[in-house]
């Protein structure tokens, strides 16, 4: 049932020079982000620490880090702005859990299948908390403002996307508008604060939050792609999980524009009536690969990962700002 994703980007494309530069300043940050998950109720640190020692890449912490050093940021604060971005992410994560109903997160069992739904809200709204404590002790407002207005699109976008959820008339443009919102908006954010602690021109700032934007959209794009052709040890959930929640993804649009009435009949049943069991899903999976869906989505995230290399255009060569390019060519090669 697998398809193989056509990716030409190199295989060896990884983030390990970009975690080797910044590994001083995220030794901090994990130091933090360990010390401001502490709390006399101890159900708190117990399951926020359930996700956020579960081996995610910490890929938007470390946006922050890379920019603040290609942007020649000598000071301190990018740790709590770091520390504060995954606080975000992770409150995020486990909100969505919850909102999707989700049994596995990087391959381990969901915050909410061990302790409920409820504790995994109260949870994720500490995290938000301890994350604006963080900000207002850097105490810029512009960094507030950049994280709290983030803060609040991503909520926007979820949204978007809960209303959008089994409507299988969901446009491309409409699909993007989600995605802008709930997944690139906070790696903008991210790559945003390097430029404004430098205290770097405005078209810095544009081009940082460019570079992040367009990296997160081609992010979910590949993500989307592996639900339906990779395999759950790379994708730490079960492939197919957004069909089975009935989530309206890029491959799920073209694959229903593209199709016959019969086709598009086998959608609604699938996604809107909730029968979206494992030959629904064999079937779905034949025909994106018959209307090249998959394929397709691919190619979206390619042409947003080079917006997001080009943005990094208006900084001189570094060894920084290659690791930044190299980013987008592993996020891209997931894809292999």
């Not at 295989?11 to 390990?16: G, K, L, T, V, Y």
């Not at 912490?61 to 000071?75: D, F, H, K, R, S």
């Not at 989700?102 to 995994?120: D, F, H, Q, V, Y």
């Not at 850097?138 to 207005?149: D, H, K, P, Y």
């Amino acid at each position: 049932m697998a398809v193989v994703l056509p990716f030409e980007s190199a295989p060896e494309a990884s983030i390990e020079s970009l975690v080797r530069l910044v590994q001083p300043d995220m030794e901090r940050v994990n130091a933090t982000i360990l010390s401001r998950t502490g709390s006399d109720v101890t159900k708190i640190p117990e399951v926020a620490n359930h996700l956020i020692s579960s081996g995610g890449k910490r890929l938007r912490p470390m946006l922050v880090l890379a920019t603040a050093q290609m942007c020649g940021y000598q000071g301190d604060a990018q740790t709590k702005i770091a520390a504060a971005v995954e606080f975000l992410h992770t409150a995020t994560l486990l909100h969505d859990d919850v909102v999707d109903e989700s049994e596995l997160r990087r391959g381990k069992a969901t915050a909410r299948m061990l302790w409920g739904n409820e504790m995994s809200v109260l949870v994720g709204d500490f995290l938000l908390g301890q994350s604006m404590r963080m900000m207002v002790e850097v105490g810029s407002l512009r960094c507030m403002e950049i994280l709290s207005t983030a803060a609040a699109v991503i909520a926007e976008g979820e949204v978007m996307q809960l209303a959008a959820a089994k409507n299988t008339e969901t446009t491309e443009d409409a699909y993007l508008a989600v995605i802008r919102s709930k997944t690139a908006e906070l790696f903008a954010a991210a790559a945003e604060f390097g430029p404004v602690l430098a205290g770097r021109p405005k078209a810095e700032e544009a081009a940082c939050r460019s570079y992040g934007t367009n990296l997160g959209i081609a992010f979910q794009l590949v993500d989307d792609a592996l639900d339906y052709g990779g395999r759950a040890a790379e994708l730490g959930k079960n492939v197919g999980d957004d069909f089975r929640e009935g989530k309206i993804t890029l491959p799920v649009v073209l694959a229903f524009r593209r199709g016959n009435d019969a086709e598009r009949a086998f959608w609604r049943k699938a996604l809107e009536q909730g029968e979206a069991d494992d030959a629904a899903l064999e079937t779905a999976v034949g025909l994106m690969h018959k209307h090249r869906a998959i394929e397709d989505t691919c190619e979206r995230a390619k042409h947003y990962g080079a917006i997001a290399t080009d943005a990094l255009g208006l900084f001189p060569a570094s060894p920084v700002k290659r690791a930044l390019a190299d980013a987008v060519a592993f996020a891209i090669s997931r894809a292999h």
